[in-house]
């Protein structure tokens, strides 16, 4: 990017940061966030009470974690639109009721009931004149096999032991969801066009785009009677 080039970012936007596990979402929204100069959220794995236990158990901990999921996903949603700052977020709201939460229904490791449960929910959470979306959601995409090395490398037992089948089909769902969301614009970014490790001026055309993508006088920050009660 052009040193001179002034970037007319608003001050406070959302710029949401979704993708399959292991694509790079983490490192890409902390290099993102650092030159946009905003915040991060970040997906709080480490003290999630259903998360282990899940791995060993689909069909017994997948309702109570995608209930989990969204309860703190909205609580951090929230806690992002009352805030002045800017942020980055890693993964969507979106992609546990049109990714994983339909996944274990039709793989049969959740009810009919427990999966209308769910949906109804979230459908009445997120799916709202209330719910304000993000300003830009940047899907980040790349190869299976790239994928696949990437979870290898980072070394989680509990991901490295699930069977690369599953991860096959969650790449394949990924996909069908990103070609029919529309909740609010999208931004396609494959992992090869930038490299953080290497150069992190390899961000400087991303940003131009994401520039174009968010008007400056993005609707998403409107005050709501819902969020301030």
Known sequence: MNQNHKLTLPKKALITVAGTVGIGKTT???ALAKRLNYHTSFERVDNNPYLESFYKDFKRWAFHLQ???LGERFKEHKRI???PHGFVQDRSIYED???FAKMHYEDGNMSKVDFETYTNLFEAMVMTPYFHHPDLLIFLDGSLEDIIDRIKARGRTMEKETPIEYWKEMYERYHEW???FDACPVLRVNIKDYDLLEDETSLDHIIEVIQEKIEINNSFWADTPYFNK
Do not use: Q
């Open 81 to 83: 639109f009352n805030s």
């Open 178 to 180: 990103i070609e029919g």
């Open 97 to 99: 009721t049109g990714i």
């Open 28 to 30: 890409f929204t902390k």
């Open 67 to 69: 209930i989990y999921f």
